[in-house]
């Protein structure tokens, strides 16, 4: 299970799981509400669209929209076998190893971490609501039709 808040999800977070997808048989895409980023620009539904849109290349993936549930608590109950996250960089290992060991401590289950190329280290989801929102090119780092949706969101 790749778990995120997914807003927007970005080419750095496909890598991600196009590399889990070759691991795995099954990869659970499941978006998450982070308490710790409130107010998240796209709703659940809008999340799981774009999610679909961006994995529809890939057989053996699924995604799932969750609000108010720990990931380690969903993985269980999905039945993965393992927590997949995404490292750009040395600073998101810090955080996610401490996630890893508590989530390992509530329900047995590991984390794989993957890491993303050179060429992506850099791409954030707020970095990217950052620049569209202030209407600078998004094309590259994320798929068309969400590069679409931001236009939208920040042109109302």
Do not use: W
């Amino acid at each position: 299970m790749f778990p995120g808040s997914f807003d927007p999800i970005h080419y750095g977070h496909i890598e991600v799981v196009e590399k889990a997808a070759s691991l795995f048989d099954h990869v659970v895409v499941a978006s998450l509400s982070n308490p710790q980023k409130a107010n998240p620009l796209f709703s659940g539904e809008e999340r799981k669209e774009m999610l679909e849109e961006s994995f529809a290349h890939l057989s053996g993936v699924s995604v799932v929209i969750v609000e108010g549930v720990l990931a380690a608590t969903l993985a269980k109950e999905v039945g993965a076998s393992a927590i997949v996250k995404g490292l750009r960089a040395v600073t998101d290992f810090d955080n996610e190893f401490q996630m890893a060991q508590m989530n390992h401590r509530l329900t047995g289950i590991d984390t794989l971490f993957i890491t993303t190329s050179s060429s992506r280290t850099f791409i954030s989801s707020r970095l990217i609501r950052e620049v569209a929102r202030y209407g600078g090119d998004v094309s590259g780092l994320v798929p068309d039709p969400v590069a679409k949706r931001l236009q939208e969101k920040f042109s109302e």
